[in-house]
């Protein structure tokens, strides 16, 4: 059986150092991603089936969904595994690129960027084609460190006299760009809507096709997300926006959905959340990403769901 896993940084490895993960493989360098990562294990697992990854680096939901619908209307396989990530993400693209195919074991290849497509290409180090951010809504990048959130390794990094250049001009536009999403896109009804609609495309999908999905982070959020936002009238506004979606999309029938609760508070919740940032995640408050033994235990948790498992035992 055919089966593509699509899914965030977590499902390319353990998404460790994902940048330089995806130079090694494309320099067909796959020691350190050939048995790590739920991927993988499930690869090992099941070795009658080839699997085919499909990480949306330097992404978020619309580039998972991308993905998958793209694989859907090729046919591409007999089996999808969705796996979602958090909501707070935006992606522009920035230098023309294409995707390639790389083996990475006998039965597990990827769907990465071809390094070597990068349209002027500019800088001597690793970096994506893309620009991405991932931050709460009214954060402040440089001031609040929050798990999870960041810029991309791209062009610029946080200290400006770090800036090539030929770039500082170009960062100084992006910046600008970066606190008006942080303080005004991720906090409108906008886009929380058209995040919602992209987990909603991805039930209706899984009605008609053999899609089966899991949630990295809770699709809408937590509470706690939101608590950078002013004034207290607005914040309460989004809370009751959130909690209108949060029960539109419990009322839906999720027959495909592979575990009920979300991956992040389920290793909170194992670990107990100290012992989560020290031991689990690498780097510990720096990272999102877990360790291979927290895949492990993540793969124990996928197959209690005896439907699911008895698709990849066919």
Avoid at 179 to 196: C, G, P, R, V, W
Avoid at 263 to 274: A, D, Q, R, S
Wanted: with cysteine; charged share 20%; aromatic share 16%.
């Amino acid at each position: 059986m055919e089966i593509g896993i699509f899914g965030c940084s977590h499902s390319f490895g353990t998404g460790n150092d994902l940048l330089k993960l995806v130079f090694e493989v494309n320099a067909d360098k796959t020691d350190t991603i050939a048995t790590k990562g739920y991927g993988a294990i499930l690869s090992t697992m099941f070795p009658n089936h080839n699997f085919t990854l499909y990480p949306a680096i330097a992404g978020g939901n619309k580039e998972i969904l991308q993905n998958l619908t793209s694989a859907l209307e090729q046919d591409k396989y007999d089996m999808y595994i969705v796996q979602t990530t958090s909501w707070y993400r935006f992606t522009l693209g920035v230098y023309n690129y294409t995707n390639k195919y790389f083996k990475i074991n006998d039965n597990l290849k990827a769907y990465i960027p071809d390094v070597n497509s990068y349209h002027n290409k500019e800088l001597n180090r690793v970096y994506p084609p893309n620009f991405y951010l991932s931050f709460l809504p009214h954060q402040k990048d440089k001031d609040e460190k929050e798990l999870g959130t960041g810029l991309g390794s791209w062009v610029y990094e946080y200290e400006y006299d770090k800036i090539p250049n030929q770039f500082k001009e170009m960062a100084q536009t992006y910046i600008h760009l970066t606190n008006a999403i942080i303080k005004d896109h991720f906090s409108s009804t906008f886009f929380l809507n058209e995040n919602y609609m992209l987990f909603n495309l991805l039930h209706m999908l899984s009605l008609n096709n053999n899609i089966w999905y899991f949630h990295w982070n809770p699709p809408f959020g937590m509470d706690s997300d939101f608590r950078f936002i002013t004034p207290t009238e607005k914040k309460n506004y989004i809370l009751n926006v959130i909690g209108e979606l949060n029960s539109r999309w419990n009322k839906k029938d999720h027959k495909n959905k592979i575990y009920e609760n979300d991956v992040f508070n389920f290793f909170v919740k194992t670990y107990g959340y100290k012992n989560y940032i020290a031991n689990i995640l690498y780097g510990g408050d720096t990272s999102t990403h877990v360790k291979h033994t927290a895949h492990e235990k993540l793969v124990d948790v996928l197959l209690q769901n005896n439907k699911f498992k008895e698709q990849l035992w066919k």
